[in-house]
DNA sequence: CTCCTATTGGTAATGGTTGTCATTATCAAT
DNA sequence: ATTGATAATGACAACCATTACCAATAGGAG
């Protein structure tokens, strides 16, 4: 596992040089606000996290950035019906691991789970084996989400 | 199966009537629209569907009324990452029936498919126990989808 | 038919995201 | 270490899907 302390190696260089882009500072602390959390951030909560240690990198760059990040598969990106994106470091380079999420229609809490981990897998590679086919896609993605209403609002 | 052509018996007024909403033209104009396509309609489309007929019913009153007719369920909202929602209508009043989609990253295409449905369903049925139950979730939807690139857009 | 009130339509505002462009910074080659 | 080509940045404006607002209208129970 990449070592994910901003003040560490440079555990995301490789990655990033590889893919033909440059190593920048806004680059890297996008990289170590992802990280350092558990949540799912959105670009604003990423500048906003970015701008007290950085406080002249824009909005703008943490866009393109996420933008760029997203097409290198460090980084994904989620739509939870609120308006806005959340993101996440990919599994590859998060020490959360494959997860799906649970969200809450309410509050958009969500809910990280790797429980059944081991029937979805199995279900999905078998399901996408046979709509690739089926529908001569070339499928690389797939996303699951659970929706309903978390215990803090169901008793509100 | 609910008569679904715009000049037949108004299908749709029950369940309109029976939640406290009021039967109008701009309602009854767009689930006419969606119950006679194939597609996945954005707000626009529909407004420019039920334009041709109505040409005074206003894009604002559009998204209202998909908003009513999400909240009673007969119209259920997606989003498949072109920065728009598409509306389709629900299960119990589509020709369709249940099914889930294959997303094209580059064309946004979506094919409906229902292979493979018993094993989803099943699958699907007993993850959602198992999450109400550890996270004291009230589970009321799940969302599947499959993305990739279309036949199409790979030979382009 | 009447009245209450849900609904409408037009327009302005909102808010997340993207385009523009002059300036700056990265890094491979020297 | 210096240079030079060009990727990346930052500030601001533009964009576009969606929502808020409000006076005018229309559904439908009684």
Redesign the interface.
């Known amino acids: 596992m990449p070592n994910q302390n901003g003040t560490g190696p440079r555990w995301m260089h490789g990655q990033i040089k590889c893919c033909g882009y440059r190593m920048t500072k806004p680059r890297e602390a996008i990289l170590d606000v992802l990280a350092n959390t558990q949540n799912h951030l959105s670009a604003e909560d990423i500048y906003m996290a970015v701008h007290k240690f950085y406080p002249n990198i824009g909005l703008t760059t943490v866009y393109r950035n996420l933008e760029v990040l997203v097409n290198i598969g460090m980084v994904v ?1 989620f ?1 939870f ?1 609120e308006g806005k994106s959340k993101y996440e470091l990919s599994d590859e380079y998060s020490s959360k691991g494959h997860h799906h999420h ?1 969200v ?2 309410e509050c958009y809490t969500v ?1 990280d ?1 790797s ?2 981990m081991k ?2 897998v199995s ?1 999905l590679k ?3 084996n ?3 086919e ?18 803090k609002c ?1 008793n509100k």
Request: charged share 30%.
């Open positions: 990106k739509e019906g649970l809450c229609k809910i789970y429980d059944f029937d979805e279900f078998s399901t996408e046979g709509l690739s089926k529908y001569k896609f070339n499928i690389t993605d797939h996303l699951i989400q659970f929706f309903g209403v978390c215990e169901t």
